[in-house]
């Protein structure tokens, strides 16, 4: 089984969960994915997060989607989405995932929990349920989970829980949440935990230099994420500022909330990594308009980034 060390670093990409027209899982998408994502350089795969449809899964299909990456992956690590309104479900498939080869589980706050205590008593009572050898990564993500987690909250996470490994930021905004936590360790108040950032990478050029390792999120060209980490531990910031900028309007289009999902699946599909774009429902839809401002963002990508090909394959 991989596992995630404190010097983490690049990108772990979030894959999204392939259906087919009839809405079940898509092996063969799932195996185009998987490979062209060790082809361009992720170092771990993140399945079953929010972006992966995770909560329209039967239990048993998660466990069976997680089992067949973790196989196709191979050697890169695989972080498995377990959040669950109860501990018993959690607990579950946590176990499972890793008996399987997972390398973490990753864990969002309910939207119950509205102080400091209850977020820092979620996490400590989620561990001691799944099992202090379960490695968790801390999803931050306020926008979506409504959970203000600040950084002394993050702090009292990591000094609690040994079997926490990993942050996932995505905090909007969260520059001053990363310098924050980096001074901590610098200061030898904090051991040091992997941070990755999220948000479809709309502010992962500065991240980077704020201190962040990688990113965990997704995006239909995710080369341009690998891409972007490889310039920024080089410290070439011009050249990782211009390449990142010739993808901004796309990466910003992508991440509208609501429809987000549906314009990725879609760009994925144009580039021959899915098979269909379809969602479970409920699920968004593009509308004739949006495709075409889709294709319009496609074709400036292409222009203005040599480096990218729309065919992956």
């Not at 979030?14 to 350089?41: H, K, M």
């Not at 990142?244 to 309007?249: E, K, R, T, V």
């Not at 991440?255 to 699920?283: E, F, H, M, N, W």
Request: net charge neutral; aromatic share 6%; charged share 25%.
């Amino acid at each position: 089984m991989a596992h995630i060390g404190p010097d983490a670093s690049g990108v772990f990409i979030i894959a999204p969960t392939p259906f087919d027209e009839s809405g079940q899982i898509c092996w063969t998408s799932t195996d185009r994915l998987v490979d062209y994502y060790a082809t361009i350089g992720v170092r771990g795969i993140t399945i079953l997060g929010m972006m992966g449809e995770a909560a329209k899964l039967e239990p048993q299909e998660s466990l069976d989607f997680a089992r067949h990456v973790v196989r196709r992956a191979g050697s890169l690590p695989v972080i498995v989405g377990v959040s669950a309104p109860g501990f018993a479900v959690m607990r579950t498939l946590a176990r499972a995932v890793v008996d399987l080869g997972a390398a973490a589980v990753m864990i969002a706050p309910p939207s119950t929990c509205r102080t400091d205590d209850q977020i820092v008593t979620f996490y400590r009572q989620a561990s001691a349920a799944m099992g202090a050898d379960i490695p968790f990564v801390i999803q931050d993500y306020p926008l979506a989970s409504g959970v203000i987690m600040s950084t002394t909250v993050i702090e009292r996470i990591i000094t609690d829980n040994a079997a926490c490994v990993m942050l996932k930021a995505e905090d909007w905004p969260g520059l001053e949440k990363i310098s924050t936590l980096r001074r901590r360790e610098r200061e030898g108040a904090l051991r040091r935990v992997p941070i990755l950032c999220g948000n479809g990478g709309l502010f992962l050029d500065f991240e980077l230099l704020r201190g962040a390792d990688g990113a965990m999120t997704g995006y239909g060209f995710a080369e341009l994420l690998v891409r972007t980490c490889v310039l920024a531990a080089k410290g070439d910031r011009k050249t990782m500022h211009d390449l990142f900028d010739a993808h901004l309007p796309l990466i910003r289009y992508e991440q509208q909330p609501g429809v987000g999902l549906a314009i990725r699946k879609y760009i994925l599909k144009r580039r021959g990594l899915l098979v269909s774009d379809a969602q479970r429902t409920p699920r968004s839809g593009l509308s004739p308009e949006a495709r075409e401002e889709v294709e319009t963002l496609l074709a400036r990508v292409l222009e203005r980034d040599v480096g990218v090909r729309l065919s992956a394959g």
